[in-house]
T-cell receptor
Framework: AQKVTQAQTEISVVEKEDVTLDCVYE???????LFWYKQPPSGELVFLIR??????QNEISGRYSWNFQKSTSSFNFTITASQVVDSAVYFC???????????????FGKGTHLIIQP | GAVVSQHPSRVICKSGTSVKIECRSL??????MFWYRQFPKQSLMLMAT?????????EQGVEKDKFLINHASLTLSTLTVTSAHPEDSSFYIC??????????FGSGTRLTVV
């Protein structure tokens, strides 16, 4: 069975600091997908990134970057020069793929509550 | 593109009544939709997978007679919480596999049972 661990329950930093959110996953499948979502207080889930298991390239999108390392089963998320608007709960999630090519529902980590103080 | 609309966003109901939550894919067809539940300050837990034209697949521990799922068309899945009780109060959120890849989520429904 798959599992996603976000060991950091809450992180608080001062604005403009860099912050890294950790995500460690477990799966028996060789084909899987990893995701990061942002959940502001409104509750809506905001998609940030999707990465398949065959693509270990790191990705940068503006102030956001992701480091995928299969060797350590980690998919960490870094926010550079954090801003107050980055305050939210961030979820890492995993989806395994059926042999028929379909995708399973998502298994979410417990989330990291990120607080950016002005 | 790939928008999922979920209604209502908030509902308060009396204990013992039933509540229906709708999840619609607005600009694409969704043969598979997923229903999640999130208790306050906790993670999202997959409740069931809804398949168009067939029975839903429920995760272990989820009562299928209590959480009725209907996916009668390619754009609509409904979750009915039957005989709701205060412990069913939660945030329910649906998602669909997006034609753009990944998953698209509805905006969620906050259910309060009094």
């Amino acid at each position: 069975a798959q599992k996603v661990t976000q060991a950091q329950t809450e992180i608080s930093v001062v604005e403009k600091e860099d912050v890294t959110l950790d995500c460690v996953y477990e799966t028996r499948d060789t084909t899987y997908y990893l995701f990061w979502y942002k959940q502001p207080p409104s509750g809506e889930l905001v998609f940030l990134i999707r990465r398949n298991s065959f693509d270990e390239q790191n990705e940068i999108s503006g102030r956001y970057s992701w480091n995928f390392q299969k060797s350590t089963s980690s998919f960490n998320f870094t926010i550079t020069a954090s801003q107050v608007v980055d305050s939210a709960v961030y979820f890492c999630a995993l989806s395994e793929e059926y042999s028929g090519g379909g995708a399973d529902g998502l298994t979410f980590g417990k989330g990291t509550h990120l607080i950016i103080q002005p | 593109g790939a928008v999922v609309s979920q209604h209502p966003s908030r509902v308060i109901c009396k204990s013992g009544t039933s509540v229906k939550i709708e999840c619609r894919s607005l600009d694409f067809q969704a043969t598979t939709m997923f229903w999640y539940r999130q208790f306050p300050k906790q993670s999202l837990m997959l409740m069931a997978t809804s398949n168009e034209g067939s029975k839903a697949t429920y995760e272990q521990g989820v009562e299928k007679d209590k959480f009725l799922i209907n996916h009668a068309s390619l754009t609509l899945s409904t979750l009915t919480v039957t005989s709701a009780h205060p412990e069913d109060s939660s945030f329910y959120i649906c998602s669909a596999r997006s034609p753009l890849g990944g998953y698209t989520f509805g905006s969620g429904t906050r259910l309060t049972v009094v």
